[in-house]
């Protein structure tokens, strides 16, 4: 997994030539963190955290409000990432058919992640939080 890779999925990345923001899964993501506004919307039963938030960008334009699921406060950055490339490494269950990438799946420390690959690359990877991944053929 790239090192940018890495920073999307913990604390989140522009889309370039807009203010929208994908990733974003770290516990750190959260109101002690000068970098985020984050209003709470609930905490799922594995610990993981529904939240929207908005960060500020380099040039000092803010995002657009972004939902995303955290991962559990108990869960270290070195954590997420490690427990992600192990649900990566898990056998395939859907394909999206339009760009070939893969979705993986599989439980860690009671918390459901899903995980997607290009190739052998983990491009996301996330908390499902008791909302599965769309936009995938299951396969068999």
Same mark, same amino acid.
């Given at each position: 997994?790239?090192?940018?890779?890495?920073?999307?999925?913990?604390?989140?990345?522009?889309?370039?030539?807009?203010?929208?923001? *994908?990733?974003?899964?770290?516990?750190? *993501?959260?109101?002690?963190?000068?970098?985020?506004?984050?209003?709470?919307?609930?905490?799922?039963?594995?610990?993981?955290?529904?939240?929207?938030?908005?960060?500020?960008?380099?040039?000092?334009?803010?995002?657009?409000?972004?939902?995303?699921?955290?991962?559990?406060?108990?869960?270290?950055?070195?954590?997420?990432?490690?427990?992600?490339?192990?649900?990566?490494?898990?056998?395939? *269950?859907?394909?999206?058919?339009?760009?070939?990438?893969?979705?993986?799946?599989?439980?860690?420390?009671?918390?459901?992640?899903?995980?997607?690959?290009?190739?052998?690359?983990?491009?996301?990877?996330?908390?499902?939080?008791?909302?599965?991944?769309?936009?995938?053929?299951?396969?068999?």
């Amino acid at each position: 997994m790239s090192p940018e890779v890495e920073e999307k999925i913990l604390s989140g990345q522009r889309i370039d030539g807009s203010n929208k923001i *994908i990733g974003g899964h770290s516990s750190t *993501i959260n109101n002690i963190n000068s970098k985020y506004a984050v209003d709470e919307i609930k905490v799922n039963s594995d610990g993981t955290k529904t939240v929207k938030y908005t960060t500020q960008f380099e040039d000092g334009s803010l995002s657009k409000i972004k939902t995303s699921t955290l991962f559990p406060e108990s869960w270290s950055d070195k954590s997420i990432i490690d427990s992600i490339k192990q649900v990566g490494n898990n056998p395939i *269950i859907g394909q999206r058919a339009s760009t070939g990438e893969t979705l993986h799946r599989g439980v860690i420390n009671g918390v459901e992640i899903d995980v997607i690959k290009k190739g052998d690359s983990i491009i996301a990877g996330y908390p499902v939080g008791g909302k599965p991944t769309v936009g995938f053929e299951a396969t068999k």
